[in-house]
């Protein structure tokens, strides 16, 4: 599943629901966050809870030092895992 599209996917869920630096639409920035897209793709590939996700995202801001936007993570995390669960076609726990 770690196709160039996916790859994509995950990098845009991170720029608009997440983006905990406030990076939004600056096109100058928008691949910020792509050393954290080979864990979260290894994460993703082994059917992660929401929860899960959210804890590894929450760890991505402590290591950032951006703010901590925890409606945005979970909303984020929810996302991600909402995608690879439907190509995988199974639907997210905890919705």
Request: charged share 30%; net charge negative.
């Amino acid at each position: 599943m770690k196709t160039p599209e996916c790859t994509r996917t995950v990098r845009d869920i991170l720029l608009r629901d997440w983006d905990p630096l406030g990076i939004g639409d600056n096109l100058s920035l928008t691949d910020e966050y792509d050393a954290y897209l080979p864990d979260l793709m290894r994460l993703l590939a082994c059917d992660p809870s929401v929860e899960q996700l959210a804890l590894h995202l929450e760890g991505i801001e402590a290591a950032l030092g951006g703010m901590s936007v925890s409606e945005r993570r979970l909303r984020a995390a929810w996302r991600l895992v909402e995608t690879f669960r439907r190509e995988k076609g199974r639907s997210p726990s905890g919705t």
